[in-house]
């Protein structure tokens, strides 16, 4: 079965990641706001993980985790981001995000985070994490 991953981030930002992720294969849906993809969260419950930007149009990542709680999903949240540093990381983990994604996007890095997320297995950074 084909493993769908929900991109957020605004369309100029995100070609270069669903580029690697085509290598994977998965399937794409896009959204460029929160409240998109909230709305895509609702109907498509194939989502197997979340990748989102930092910030966008209409809030944040939080939101989108909000969104993902809300419906009671457990599909795993990575963050992306232009710079991550250990506060971003705790935040994200403390709140029930899996992972952060930090660019520039690397192959074989989005194929290890889809991955691991996908399997419901705790990236590297949660087994470090304590």
Excluded at 38 to 48: D, Q, T
Excluded at 119 to 130: D, I, V
Aim: include cysteine.
């Amino acid at each position: 079965s084909e493993l769908t991953t929900l991109v957020v981030m605004p369309q100029e930002r995100r070609s270069h990641l669903i580029r690697h992720l085509d290598e994977i294969p998965v399937a794409v849906l896009t959204a460029s706001s929160c409240a998109e993809a909230a709305e895509l969260l609702r109907n498509s419950p194939a989502v197997r993980v979340v990748l989102t930007d930092l910030c966008l149009p209409d809030g944040s990542w939080f939101d989108i985790l909000n969104s993902v709680s809300d419906l009671k999903s457990s599909t795993p949240v990575v963050v992306c981001a232009r710079l991550a540093d250990e506060r971003l990381w705790s935040q994200v983990l403390e709140a029930g995000g899996f992972d952060v994604l930090v660019e520039p996007y690397e192959a074989p890095e989005v194929r290890r985070i889809v991955r691991a997320a996908t399997a419901g297995h705790p990236s590297r950074a949660l087994a470090t994490a304590c």
